[in-house]
């Protein structure tokens, strides 16, 4: 584990890298550099019945949010891949990085 440890501090440290260089021209440029659709995360936003307005800027922040999420959560399901001495990354793996991390408490009800 002291594995991951030392590969989550480097991908934190290249997440913040990332945002204090990211070259922003335009508020568009801005909202094209991320990977999620931000249609599909405003209408996500909207389901809540108490969201009635939403700012052009809290989409992007989400999506951004989310993708650093995912990313994490990937990176912690590879290194119980990578224990376990495969190449393949599996739900195992995923479902193992859940429980055995505190700030994903959230999502355990999910995967059982």
Same mark, same amino acid.
């Given at each position: 584990m002291k !594995? &991951?440890?030392s590969q989550l501090n480097r991908f +934190?440290? $290249?997440q913040m890298q990332e945002m204090e260089t990211l070259e922003i021209g335009t508020e568009q440029d801005f909202k094209n550099h991320n990977d999620l659709p931000l249609a599909r995360i =405003? %209408?996500? &936003?909207k389901c809540d019945e108490d969201v009635r307005m939403i700012s052009a800027e809290a989409p992007v922040l989400f999506a951004k949010a989310c993708e650093m999420f995912i990313l994490e959560l990937t990176l %912690?399901? +590879?290194?119980?891949? $990578?224990? !376990?001495k495969r190449r393949t990354l599996q739900k195992e793996?995923?479902?193992a990085a859940i %429980? =055995?991390?505190?700030?994903f408490d959230?999502?355990?009800h999910v995967i059982e």
């Open positions: !594995n &991951m440890q +934190w440290a $290249e =405003k %209408r996500i &936003m %912690r399901s +590879w290194c119980y891949s $990578e224990k !376990n793996d995923i479902q %429980r =055995k991390t505190d700030i959230f999502l355990v």
